[in-house]
């Protein structure tokens, strides 16, 4: 018998986050038996043998291990999942999220109801009672000012538009049939931009039936990420590289990004004033600015 769910998870050095991902999916599970495959990826790790080992007693052959031989990014470490996975609604899922409820079920038989839906999200959670703001953004082919103001409003009111809104790409569910259909994740780009990526493939091949779940809800550990200005960096040029395999301009990606950037800006400097925001971020979104314009520029 087939799986109805098949779940993957890309490794590297996760050795303190996956078994508590695994622990907490298992024990969330409301599937029956058999019906759930659950595929590990990892993108050679340090200590690969040793936390494979580690799994396989844990789990007793109900985890998959798969080992790549090279760390050839985020995207195609899901490709190969993806290849291997059996169910046609697989789960995207990082390390560092915890399951906190009960959802397998309500998902699958989502998709056996509507033929048509190509992906699930679900409230992103930062504790069982913390609420993170990244559930889902608009997409970085939207005026970078508008898109800033609806991405916050949409996450504070679980207000949710297919068409310009992509999930988080943490934790959702999409349908494999569809996505194979539409190349699978971009291997060309290392890491970052994925979601709004997958969003654009799969709005303009099937339409935009995708479906945000509030009431169903996990936990994703960012933790406190101090102001990086090299990070920032790093996904503003895969952002832009992503759009143009979506044939969407890099010019008009910066652009809007810039003007997201601008926005923040002018808000962390205002909060700056009543000493509610870290100096820090002020300036890298200070550097982030000036980098964009200079892009901008270039692009000319």
């Known amino acids: 018998m087939d799986p109805r769910l098949s779940v993957i998870i890309v490794t590297y050095n996760s050795e303190n986050d996956i078994f508590y991902c695994l622990d907490s999916l298992f024990h969330y599970n409301d599937l029956p038996p058999g019906a759930l495959q659950v595929i590990i990826v990892d993108n050679n790790s340090t200590h690969q043998a040793e936390l494979f080992n580690r799994i396989a007693q844990r789990y007793a052959g109900n985890v998959e291990c798969v080992a790549n031989p090279t760390n050839a990014g985020y995207g195609q470490g899901n490709n190969v999942g993806l290849r291997r996975a059996r169910a046609d609604v697989v789960l995207i899922v990082n390390p560092d999220v915890r399951f906190i409820m009960p959802m397998f079920k309500e998902v699958t038989a989502e998709f056996a109801r509507r033929p048509g839906l190509s992906e699930y999200g679900m409230k992103q959670m930062l504790s ?19 898109a800033t103001v609806l991405s916050a409003l949409g996450t504070r009111l679980d207000w949710y538009w297919p068409r310009y809104m992509y999930f988080s790409g943490s934790c959702f569910f ?32 099937f339409g935009y039936h995708m479906h945000y779940n509030p009431h169903l809800r996990y936990i994703h550990l960012v933790g406190e990420r101090k102001p990086d200005f090299a990070y920032e960096r790093r996904v503003i040029d895969a952002v832009v590289t992503q759009g143009e395999y979506n044939n969407y301009p890099a010019r008009l990606t910066v652009l809007n990004r810039l003007r997201s950037t601008r926005l923040q800006l002018w808000r962390a400097s205002l909060k700056a004033l009543f000493r509610h925001v870290d100096p820090a971020l002020v300036a890298m979104l200070g550097e982030k600015r000036d980098y964009l314009k200079h892009r901008l520029n270039l692009s000319k």
């Open 128 to 146: 069982p009672t913390k609420a993170s703001s990244n559930s889902f953004a608009c997409t970085n082919m939207m005026n970078g000012y508008v």
């Open 174 to 205: 999409i349908r494999r049939p569809m996505f194979v259909d539409t190349g699978l994740f971009n291997e060309h780009v290392f890491m970052y931009g994925e979601e709004d990526y997958v969003h654009c493939r799969l709005g303009r091949r």
